[in-house]
């Protein structure tokens, strides 16, 4: 569903029904596996986080860096070591890029030496699919929270039909502390706990190892590039837009826009009012967060070059967070439909609209037919 200018000035309303309760269904079951699995953190750890946020906040506010988001991430240098392996499975066949990720917190920044201690998150990789002969365009995907194998990637973004019928290369990133990176029990975990200093770290992190893997692949001749991010990935692709204005389309779906703001939407009033109790200091946590949020940062990409697209009914992910997002990027193409957080991998208006994106912005040959029988 979209406005005459590819939005809506009033988000539209779910249309109610079977169909649509069973998409919320499996946002609810997410939802509910989230709260039963995922580790917080403890009422004891409670006085570091409050004093860790509150340095963080005075230290960004002291640099300048919450007057001006964008200053706080520093260009990262050149990537041109990396190991490519070849990786096979039984639903999967790709090639696994390896790389020093380089990224570190500030000296002064709290936390900085937990974050290091984690060994494996030193090491970016990502998944490539990559068509052999001439150089072609790319699009490098960014997952979503909990994602980070080729299986639940290759099947979040389409990644076969992108590779094969429109005929890109594909490079599938992995978030910080996801898949191979991670540090706890299941991917994603120290992400979006609640040690919210980890979660700037983590941000941080995560566009700095996108930014080398764009730089690598500009050197490596590619004609064009391209970024899709999903959920998570599209809270991370959202802000690359504020950092990498050469990119030559960006489309975000169902994406978060405001951390804090997620926790306010998902967690129970008695929940909030139990960490208002801890001491949960919501202002300096805001504030912080100010640093790694889309919202504090203008777009460097043209309009033109921006798309976006969230489920009306999503439980995970608001729709107003991608509705906010959008009236930030000034009203670009949108697509609103009618499911839920994760329906949007089999949503109709999804896959037409990456495709739209892909095409009007060059990346994809004019007149180039679409293969879509069996193309997933």
Same mark, same amino acid.
């Given at each position: 569903?979209?406005?005459?200018?590819?939005?809506?000035?009033?988000?539209?309303?779910?249309?109610?029904?079977?169909?649509?309760?069973?998409?919320?269904?499996?946002?609810?079951?997410?939802?509910?596996?989230?709260?039963?699995?995922?580790?917080?953190?403890?009422?004891?750890?409670?006085?570091?986080?409050?004093?860790?946020?509150?340095?963080?906040?005075?230290?960004?506010?002291?640099?300048?860096?919450?007057?001006?988001?964008?200053?706080?991430?520093?260009?990262?240098?050149?990537?041109?070591?990396?190991?490519?392996?070849?990786?096979?499975?039984?639903?999967?066949?790709?090639?696994?890029?390896?790389?020093?990720?380089?990224?570190?917190?500030?000296?002064?920044?709290?936390?900085?030496?937990?974050?290091?201690?984690?060994?494996?998150?030193?090491?970016?990789?990502?998944?490539?699919?990559?068509?052999?002969?001439?150089?072609?365009?790319?699009?490098?995907?960014?997952?979503?929270?909990?994602?980070?194998?080729?299986?639940?990637?290759?099947?979040?973004?389409?990644?076969?039909?992108?590779?094969?019928?429109?005929?890109?290369?594909?490079?599938?990133? &992995?978030? *910080? @502390?996801?898949?191979?990176? !991670?540090?706890? $029990? /299941?991917?994603?975990?120290? +992400?979006?706990?609640?040690?919210?200093?980890?979660?700037?770290?983590?941000?941080?992190?995560?566009?700095?190892?996108?930014?080398?893997?764009?730089?690598?692949?500009?050197?490596?001749?590619?004609?064009?590039?391209?970024?899709?991010?999903?959920?998570?990935?599209?809270?991370?692709?959202?802000?690359?837009?504020?950092?990498?204005?050469?990119?030559?389309?960006?489309?975000?779906?169902?994406?978060?826009?405001?951390?804090?703001?997620?926790?306010?939407?998902?967690?129970?009033?008695?929940?909030?009012?139990?960490?208002?109790?801890?001491?949960?200091?919501?202002?300096?946590?805001?504030?912080?967060?100010?640093? &790694?949020? *889309? @919202?504090?940062?203008?777009? !460097?990409?043209? $309009? /033109?070059?921006?798309?976006? +697209?969230?489920?009306?009914?999503?439980?995970?992910?608001?729709?107003?967070?991608?509705?906010?997002?959008?009236?930030?990027?000034?009203?670009?193409?949108?697509?609103?439909?009618?499911?839920?957080?994760?329906?949007?991998?089999?949503?109709?208006?999804?896959?037409?609209?990456?495709?739209?994106?892909?095409?009007?912005?060059?990346?994809?040959?004019?007149?180039?037919?679409?293969?879509?029988?069996?193309?997933?």
């Amino acid at each position: 569903m979209a406005g005459p200018r590819g939005g809506a000035e009033r988000l539209p309303s779910p249309r109610l029904g079977l169909r649509l309760a069973g998409k919320i269904a499996l946002d609810e079951i997410f939802f509910a596996t989230e709260l039963l699995l995922a580790p917080f953190v403890s009422a004891q750890d409670r006085e570091r986080l409050a004093r860790e946020i509150g340095a963080a906040r005075a230290l960004y506010e002291r640099r300048g860096f919450l007057a001006d988001p964008a200053s706080f991430h520093q260009r990262p240098p050149p990537l041109r070591q990396v190991e490519i392996r070849r990786q096979s499975g039984r639903f999967a066949a790709c090639q696994g890029l390896r790389f020093e990720s380089g990224y570190e917190p500030d000296p002064e920044e709290p936390g900085r030496e937990r974050w290091l201690a984690q060994r494996a998150n030193r090491t970016a990789c990502a998944w490539l699919l990559e068509h052999r002969g001439r150089p072609r365009p790319w699009v490098v995907c960014v997952p979503g929270y909990r994602m980070g194998h080729p299986i639940v990637d290759f099947t979040g973004f389409r990644a076969r039909w992108l590779h094969r019928a429109l005929g890109l290369n594909v490079a599938i990133a &992995v978030m *910080p @502390l996801h898949g191979p990176r !991670r540090s706890g $029990r /299941r991917g994603g975990d120290g +992400f979006l706990t609640g040690d919210f200093v980890d979660t700037i770290h983590a941000q941080a992190q995560a566009v700095w190892d996108v930014r080398r893997l764009i730089d690598w692949l500009r050197a490596d001749r590619a004609p064009a590039i391209g970024v899709q991010g999903v959920s998570l990935g599209g809270y991370t692709a959202a802000l690359l837009t504020g950092l990498e204005p050469e990119l030559d389309a960006v489309v975000v779906g169902v994406p978060a826009t405001d951390f804090v703001g997620l926790l306010r939407s998902n967690a129970t009033p008695m929940l909030m009012r139990g960490l208002a109790r801890l001491g949960l200091p919501l202002d300096d946590i805001e504030a912080a967060l100010r640093v &790694v949020s *889309p @919202l504090a940062l203008a777009p !460097r990409v043209p $309009r /033109r070059r921006l798309f976006l +697209f969230a489920g009306l009914a999503d439980r995970l992910a608001p729709p107003d967070h991608a509705h906010e997002l959008w009236q930030h990027w000034a009203q670009p193409r949108a697509v609103w439909y009618q499911g839920s957080h994760v329906s949007f991998v089999w949503e109709p208006e999804v896959k037409a609209l990456i495709e739209e994106a892909f095409r009007e912005c060059g990346l994809l040959p004019e007149g180039r037919p679409i293969a879509r029988r069996g193309a997933r």
